[in-house]
């Protein structure tokens, strides 16, 4: 499948699209695979750094604070439900599924924290993003959360990367 991840970085001097460019692509691609995405999507992905991700977290939701990922959606989607080509941008032919926004800084701490590395836990946090742009949730601590847990779990077990730690991903 040919989906599309646009990666920027908004912090000069730091070349974390060269770095960690591949192996993001690899967990977006993998989690829409497991999740049955059968048609090319594009998702945009900013690596920045705290600063940066709380500016964003304050301006598009109102919480003042830096936090390790967030997601934007730019469809309503039903988890599990993948979408089909009526999303599809008619000029790229490409499902732009919303923008994921990365503080490396912070995946580089919380992969030492929980002591699985840094290339975990951006593969981690790429994975969560993906489903929230599904349609993915975990605001409760019922079954919309175990839904999304167990969706995790199964990506990262496909990319070869069990998970060793819970982690609640903030966004």
């Not at 705290?50 to 039903?78: H, K, Y």
């Amino acid at each position: 499948m040919n989906h599309e991840v646009l990666l920027d970085t908004d912090c000069a001097g730091e070349d974390w699209c060269a770095a960690y460019g591949a192996l993001l692509g690899g967990a977006v691609a993998e989690a829409l695979a497991v999740q049955g995405v059968r048609h090319p999507c594009e998702i945009s992905v900013l690596l920045t750094d705290d600063a940066g991700i709380q500016e964003i977290n304050l301006a598009q939701r109102g919480v003042a604070g830096p936090t390790d990922v967030l997601s934007f959606p730019m469809f309503e989607l039903t988890p599990g439900v993948p979408p089909d080509r009526a999303y599809a941008d008619p000029e790229t032919g490409l499902i732009p599924l919303g923008d994921m926004v990365l503080s490396v800084p912070r995946a580089v701490a919380q992969g030492t924290e929980f002591g699985h590395g840094t290339q975990r836990e951006l593969s981690y946090l790429a994975v969560h993003s993906v489903l929230h742009l599904l349609g993915y949730d975990h605001l409760d601590e019922g079954a919309e959360k175990r839904r999304m847990r167990r969706a995790e779990e199964e990506i990262l077990a496909r990319l070869g990367i069990a998970r060793t730690e819970e982690h609640d991903g903030d966004q």
